[in-house]
C-alpha cells in the first residue's frame, strides 16, 4: 500500500520525466522551462533533506560515528592517513621480519 509522500515523489519523478523527454524530443523554450522548473523542485526537496539529515546528525550524537570524521573531506584525509600508517607499520614489519 502505497503512502501519500510515496505518491507524491513518484508523481514528481514521473512529470519530471516526461517533460524531460518532451524537451528533448521538441526543444521550445516553453518546454525546456517546464522541465527546468521540476528539476529545481526536486533539487529543493533534495536540500531541503539534506539540510535536514545535517542537523539530525548534528544534534543526535548516536548518529556519528566517534572513529570516523562525518564530512567527505575529513574523511577522505582520514582514510589517507589511516592507510599512510598501515603502510608504515608494514614497511616496520617487514624490516624486522628479515
Do not use: C
Request: aromatic fraction near 6%; hydrophobic fraction near 35%.
Amino acid at each position: 500500500m502505497s503512502s501519500a509522500h510515496d505518491h507524491r515523489i513518484e508523481e514528481l519523478k514521473e512529470q519530471f520525466n516526461r517533460a524531460q523527454r518532451i524537451a528533448l524530443d521538441n526543444p521550445t523554450l516553453e518546454n525546456v522551462i517546464t522541465a527546468q522548473r521540476l528539476q529545481k523542485q526536486i533539487m529543493e526537496k533534495a536540500h531541503k533533506f539534506a539540510t535536514m539529515w545535517q542537523l539530525a546528525t548534528l544534534l543526535d550524537y548516536q548518529l556519528i560515528n566517534a572513529n570516523e570524521p562525518s564530512n567527505s573531506l575529513h574523511r577522505k584525509l582520514y582514510q589517507e592517513k589511516s592507510e599512510q600508517k598501515n603502510d608504515s607499520s608494514s614497511k616496520i614489519l617487514l624490516k624486522t621480519g628479515d
